[in-house]
Protein backbone atom coordinates (compact mmCIF):
# COMPACT_ATOMS: atom_id res chain seq x y z
CA UNK A 1 0.00 0.00 0.00
CA UNK A 2 1.56 3.39 -0.91
CA UNK A 3 0.17 6.47 1.69
CA UNK A 4 0.38 10.73 0.43
CA UNK A 5 -0.38 12.93 2.84
CA UNK A 6 -0.30 16.41 3.00
CA UNK A 7 -1.55 19.29 5.30
CA UNK A 8 -2.24 22.89 6.23
CA UNK A 9 -4.20 25.18 8.33
CA UNK A 10 -7.25 26.69 8.46
CA UNK A 11 -9.84 28.94 10.51
CA UNK A 12 -13.65 28.85 11.71
CA UNK A 13 -15.75 31.82 11.07
CA UNK A 14 -18.89 33.40 13.18
CA UNK A 15 -20.96 32.29 10.05
CA UNK A 16 -20.25 28.85 10.15
CA UNK A 17 -23.56 26.73 10.43
CA UNK A 18 -22.38 23.04 9.12
CA UNK A 19 -26.02 21.94 8.33
CA UNK A 20 -25.17 20.77 4.39
CA UNK A 21 -26.04 16.99 4.28
CA UNK A 22 -24.19 16.04 1.74
CA UNK A 23 -20.90 17.81 1.19
CA UNK A 24 -18.32 19.22 3.31
CA UNK A 25 -16.24 22.08 2.01
CA UNK A 26 -13.08 24.56 2.88
CA UNK A 27 -12.53 27.60 1.53
CA UNK A 28 -9.36 29.95 1.08
CA UNK A 29 -11.91 32.34 0.96
CA UNK A 30 -12.34 34.48 4.21
CA UNK A 31 -15.41 34.34 5.02
CA UNK A 32 -18.65 32.66 4.56
CA UNK A 33 -22.30 33.95 3.80
CA UNK A 34 -25.08 32.64 5.77
CA UNK A 35 -26.39 30.60 3.45
CA UNK A 36 -22.67 29.04 2.88
CA UNK A 37 -24.11 26.11 5.20
CA UNK A 38 -21.83 23.31 3.26
CA UNK A 39 -18.85 25.68 4.59
CA UNK A 40 -16.49 24.08 7.67
CA UNK A 41 -13.36 26.24 7.45
CA UNK A 42 -12.42 29.79 5.67
CA UNK A 43 -8.49 31.06 4.69
CA UNK A 44 -7.48 27.94 4.37
CA UNK A 45 -3.55 27.68 3.17
CA UNK A 46 -4.51 25.77 0.33
CA UNK A 47 -6.51 25.04 -2.31
CA UNK A 48 -6.64 21.27 -4.38
CA UNK A 49 -4.49 22.64 -6.58
CA UNK A 50 -2.18 23.50 -4.05
CA UNK A 51 -1.41 20.16 -2.47
CA UNK A 52 1.31 18.17 -2.65
CA UNK A 53 1.62 16.63 -6.14
CA UNK A 54 1.74 13.08 -4.65
CA UNK A 55 -1.83 13.30 -2.55
CA UNK A 56 -3.51 15.07 -6.35
CA UNK A 57 -1.92 12.05 -7.96
CA UNK A 58 -3.19 9.96 -5.44
CA UNK A 59 -6.72 11.36 -5.73
CA UNK A 60 -7.00 11.07 -9.03
CA UNK A 61 -6.55 7.27 -9.07
CA UNK A 62 -10.04 5.79 -8.86
CA UNK A 63 -10.87 3.33 -5.63
CA UNK A 64 -8.29 5.52 -3.54
CA UNK A 65 -9.17 5.90 -0.26
CA UNK A 66 -8.84 9.95 0.47
CA UNK A 67 -9.42 10.81 4.69
CA UNK A 68 -10.00 14.30 4.99
CA UNK A 69 -8.88 15.10 9.12
CA UNK A 70 -9.88 18.34 10.89
CA UNK A 71 -8.46 19.26 14.13
CA UNK A 72 -10.60 21.36 15.93
CA UNK A 73 -9.34 22.69 19.00
CA UNK A 74 -8.34 19.35 20.07
CA UNK A 75 -11.86 17.22 18.66
CA UNK A 76 -11.26 15.38 15.67
CA UNK A 77 -13.11 15.07 12.96
CA UNK A 78 -12.41 12.34 9.81
CA UNK A 79 -14.20 11.92 6.86
CA UNK A 80 -13.47 9.48 4.21
CA UNK A 81 -14.25 8.44 1.03
CA UNK A 82 -12.57 7.59 -2.49
CA UNK A 83 -11.11 9.20 -5.51
CA UNK A 84 -11.50 8.64 -8.88
CA UNK A 85 -9.86 9.27 -12.36
CA UNK A 86 -12.73 11.85 -13.26
CA UNK A 87 -11.39 13.90 -10.30
CA UNK A 88 -9.12 17.12 -11.74
CA UNK A 89 -8.07 18.54 -7.86
CA UNK A 90 -7.65 21.98 -9.60
CA UNK A 91 -9.38 24.43 -7.88
CA UNK A 92 -7.97 27.17 -6.80
CA UNK A 93 -9.71 28.50 -3.21
CA UNK A 94 -12.27 25.32 -2.65
CA UNK A 95 -12.19 21.55 -1.60
CA UNK A 96 -15.70 19.76 -1.37
CA UNK A 97 -15.89 16.09 -0.01
CA UNK A 98 -19.48 14.74 -1.57
CA UNK A 99 -21.55 11.61 -0.42
CA UNK A 100 -22.35 11.72 -4.13
CA UNK A 101 -20.71 10.50 -6.96
CA UNK A 102 -20.64 14.44 -8.78
CA UNK A 103 -17.54 15.47 -9.83
CA UNK A 104 -16.40 18.90 -10.52
CA UNK A 105 -12.80 20.55 -9.97
CA UNK A 106 -14.05 21.44 -6.47
CA UNK A 107 -14.59 18.00 -5.51
CA UNK A 108 -11.66 16.35 -3.28
CA UNK A 109 -13.04 13.00 -2.89
CA UNK A 110 -16.75 11.59 -3.87
CA UNK A 111 -19.04 8.81 -1.64
CA UNK A 112 -17.64 10.35 1.73
CA UNK A 113 -18.91 9.16 4.83
CA UNK A 114 -19.90 12.24 6.53
CA UNK A 115 -20.54 15.53 5.60
CA UNK A 116 -20.65 19.05 7.37
CA UNK A 117 -24.39 18.32 9.34
CA UNK A 118 -22.01 15.34 10.80
CA UNK A 119 -20.14 17.70 12.88
CA UNK A 120 -21.27 18.05 16.20
CA UNK A 121 -23.00 20.73 17.50
CA UNK A 122 -20.83 21.55 20.27
CA UNK A 123 -18.15 21.52 17.55
CA UNK A 124 -20.05 23.96 14.80
CA UNK A 125 -20.09 25.99 17.92
CA UNK A 126 -16.20 25.99 18.56
CA UNK A 127 -15.78 26.73 15.08
CA UNK A 128 -18.05 29.50 15.22
CA UNK A 129 -15.50 31.35 16.96
CA UNK A 130 -12.54 31.49 14.78
CA UNK A 131 -10.66 28.67 16.09
CA UNK A 132 -7.73 27.96 13.95
CA UNK A 133 -7.93 23.80 12.17
CA UNK A 134 -5.41 21.61 11.49
CA UNK A 135 -6.80 20.15 8.06
CA UNK A 136 -4.89 16.68 7.22
CA UNK A 137 -5.36 14.95 3.73
CA UNK A 138 -4.85 11.21 3.66
CA UNK A 139 -4.80 8.81 0.28
CA UNK A 140 -4.49 5.19 0.86
CA UNK A 141 -3.68 3.58 -2.63
Same mark, same amino acid.
Given at each position: +????? =??????????? %?????????? @? %???????????? *??? %??? %???????? =????????????? @?? @???? =?????? *??????? &??????? @???????????????? +???? =? &????????????????????????? *???
Amino acid at each position: +MVVYE =DSFYAQGHRNI %KAEHRSTLMI @T %KEDYVTPRGDCI *VAV %KAE %KSLRELSE =DVRYGIRIAGSVV @TL @TLDI =DGYVFR *VRGYGSD &KLTVDHP @TDMVCRRSRYVCNRTL +MIGA =D &KAAIDIPREVVQILRRGVRILVMIR *VDI
